[in-house]
C-alpha cells in the first residue's frame, strides 16, 4: 500500500483546518492589521468623535458578527480535540475509503466545504486607512472648532453640524457592519460545511 493510500483522512482534515485558518489570516493580514492600527490610535487623536462611536457602537458588534467566529474556532478545537485525545486511534485511509460505495459521500461532502473555502480565499475585503483617517480627521475638526456651534446659532438651530457627524458616523458603521456581516455569512456558510464533512468522516470511521 503506497503512502498516499495510507493517508488517514481524519489527520489530513486536522491539518486542512488549520492550514486554512492561517492562509485565510495571511490573505488578511494587511485588513487586521490596519483595523488594529485604527483602533490604538482612535481615542487619542479623535477623542470627541471616540465619544460619539460609543453611542453606536452596537452597529458593529453584534452576535450574527461573533458567533460565527466563535463557531469556526471551536469545530476546529473540537476535531482537534476528537482525533489526539478521545479517539486517537481514530484512522480512516484513502484505500479504505475507495474500497466501496462511500468514496461518493466523501466526494459530495468535500467538494461544497472545499469550493466555500477557496472562495474566501479568494475574495478578500478591502480596507483603506489612508482614506478611513481623512473622514475621521475632518468629523473630529467639526466636533472640536468653534465653527459648528457658530453655525448651528446663525441658523437658528436647522443646521446642526454635530447632528450631521453623527449621520454621517452612523451611515459610515452601517456601510461597514454590511460588510462584516457579509463576511460573517461566508464564515457561517464554511463552519456549516465543514461540520458537514466532519460528521461524514467521522460517520464512515465509525461504520467501517
Request: with cysteine; proline share 3%.
Amino acid at each position: 500500500m503506497s503512502r498516499f493510500e495510507a493517508a488517514n483522512l481524519i489527520r489530513l482534515f486536522d491539518f486542512y483546518l488549520a492550514a486554512m485558518f492561517l492562509l485565510s489570516f495571511a490573505r488578511r493580514y494587511g485588513v487586521y492589521f490596519n483595523a488594529l492600527r485604527l483602533l490604538v490610535v482612535l481615542r487619542g487623536r479623535w477623542p470627541r468623535l471616540t465619544e460619539r462611536l460609543a453611542n453606536h457602537h452596537g452597529v458593529l458588534f453584534k452576535g450574527e458578527v461573533v458567533r460565527p467566529l466563535l463557531l469556526a474556532i471551536g469545530l476546529t478545537t473540537i476535531q482537534m480535540i476528537a482525533s489526539r485525545l478521545i479517539w486517537p486511534h481514530a484512522e480512516l485511509t484513502v484505500r479504505e475509503l475507495c474500497e466501496g460505495w462511500t468514496v461518493a459521500l466523501f466526494v459530495a461532502a468535500f467538494l461544497p466545504m472545499f469550493a466555500v473555502d477557496v472562495y474566501f480565499l479568494v475574495r478578500v475585503g478591502q480596507f483603506d486607512r489612508g482614506e478611513t483617517e481623512k473622514y475621521l480627521d475632518q468629523a473630529e475638526h467639526w466636533l472640536a472648532t468653534w465653527k459648528a456651534p457658530a453655525i448651528r446659532m446663525a441658523t437658528l438651530g436647522y443646521v446642526n453640524p454635530h447632528r450631521m457627524v453623527d449621520a454621517e458616523v452612523m451611515k459610515g458603521l452601517e456601510q461597514i457592519g454590511e460588510t462584516v456581516s457579509w463576511a460573517s455569512w461566508w464564515v457561517s456558510a464554511q463552519v456549516a460545511c465543514r461540520v458537514a464533512f466532519g460528521l461524514v468522516i467521522w460517520l464512515l470511521w465509525a461504520l467501517k
